[in-house]
């Protein structure tokens, strides 16, 4: 009987050691398998594929099987190719023609003809984030005025805006910063947004340049799109999300910039024009002066349909950090107080109307997180030829925001 109840207990030491690394090997089978689909989903089949400085590699995917298509609604899209028109009033204080912004890549080649530059996801890229299911996404909420108060997981921002209007769609050039990020799971952007609607059924388009390490591996500012018509629920991530139909074979999003505005130095800036196509309602992008960069079909949406209900221009970082606030840099990370070439600035904003012309917006209203302390924002003064402007940004974390 001793040697029974021996064998006995032999037996169960054995398998509570096996079973653990069976059920381990399944487990880490399974993650591998879901992995594996999710790259195969996103890295469609390239005519050509360009490897880049910062090592992203760009794949020249026939735009007829981007991405975009696989969202439900847009299997059978008709692409247009180019908007029905664009607003007028674009070139207000245009005196010459601005230079460009350059992305790393386009150092090592071009894309032909018909495809669109994607940028190739890694498997590396899946296992930063935190989960497979989280890959490409933000936390909700993710829009000014509606912050978190969670003390340990939260969205900050500075900004401006407009409201209790029909807007059909905006143009703003916003200087491109290289901002520190204290850790890769927080980010530090400067977009647009163009809302509608209220919690689950909040619609946005938002626009602008980004760094997120956890997402592309480095502190490169890249470009970015995003869209959601749940309010950040199911839908939404950056760039990679099913919807938003390119047609320009020149810029890639979520590609980094070659360089960066410098504090008291150069200026880059990012010229952004988003508007909808009336004829189409496909909401249409233009980057630069005369980059028409695609479209997010009208069918994506359902209240911003009927045109946006405010507007917002402005810097947005999230923080994980606890008991202190995080270091994180909005834009340059100075103060709007310190204005040109030192801090971020939105310039040149306009509105586009029921009548399909730019506007300078009226009644701007403001808003910063914190009471200013971490991240500030102030209406601009540099001059008729930034027309309306502000300045924001901030370093987190100082002697008033502990």
């Known amino acids: 009987m001793i040697r029974m109840a021996g064998l006995a207990v032999a037996l169960m030491v054995i398998t509570v050691i096996i079973c653990p690394s069976i059920y381990g090997k399944e487990f880490s089978d399974h993650h591998e398998i879901k992995v594996q689909r999710l790259l195969k989903q996103l890295n469609k089949p390239a005519l050509k594929s360009i490897k880049s400085e910062d090592g992203d590699i760009i794949d ?15 299997k059978n899209h008709t692409i247009q190719m180019r908007p029905s028109y664009i607003p007028d009033g674009d070139s207000a204080y245009t005196k010459k023609k601005a230079k460009a912004v350059t992305q790393m ?37 993710s829009i000014p005025e509606v912050t978190s108060s969670d003390r340990v997981f939260r969205h900050e921002y500075a900004y401006m805006g407009v409201r209790n209007e029909k807007f059909y769609g905006t143009k703003a050039s916003i200087n491109i910063w290289k901002p520190e990020v204290e850790d890769p799971s927080e980010f530090s952007l400067a977009q647009v947004w163009l809302v509608s609607g209220a919690g689950l059924t909040r619609n946005t388009i938002e626009v602008g340049w980004q760094v997120y390490p956890q997402i592309y591996k480095d502190n490169n500012p890249r470009l970015f799109v995003y869209w959601t018509s749940d309010g950040y629920q199911k839908t939404g991530c950056y760039n990679l999300c099913s919807g938003f139909v390119q047609t320009n074979n020149q810029y890639s999003v979520g590609a980094s910039y070659t360089s960066a505005s410098q504090y008291d130095g150069g200026q880059l800036d990012l010229n952004i024009l988003v508007w909808k196509d009336q004829k189409t309602g496909n909401w249409w992008l233009k980057i630069n002066e005369n980059d028409v960069m695609g479209y997010w ?6 209240s911003l349909g009927d045109g946006a209900t405010k507007v917002e221009w402005g810097g947005e970082i999230y923080t994980h950090s606890g008991v202190r606030h995080t270091t994180t840099d909005m834009g340059s990370g100075h103060f709007a107080e310190e204005g040109y070439k030192k801090a971020s600035y939105i310039k040149n904003i306009k509105v586009v109307d029921g009548t399909n012309n730019l506007r300078e917006p009226e009644g701007l209203y403001s808003s910063a997180d914190n009471n200013g302390n971490c991240y500030n924002v102030k209406a601009g003064d540099a001059g008729t030829t930034f ?11 100082n002697v008033k925001c502990p």
């Open 60 to 74: 020249c995917v026939p735009i007829t099987i981007q991405p975009a298509f696989d969202h439900p609604m847009l």
């Open 105 to 141: 890549w386009q150092k090592s080649g071009q894309c032909p003809q018909n495809t669109v530059p994607i940028r190739r996801t890694k498997k590396e890229d899946i296992l930063r984030a935190k989960s497979i299911e989280n890959f490409g996404k933000k936390s909700p909420p």
């Open 297 to 302: 079909p009208g069918s994506l949406f359902n």
């Open 387 to 397: 027309g309306v402007h502000f300045f924001f940004g901030g370093p987190g974390q």
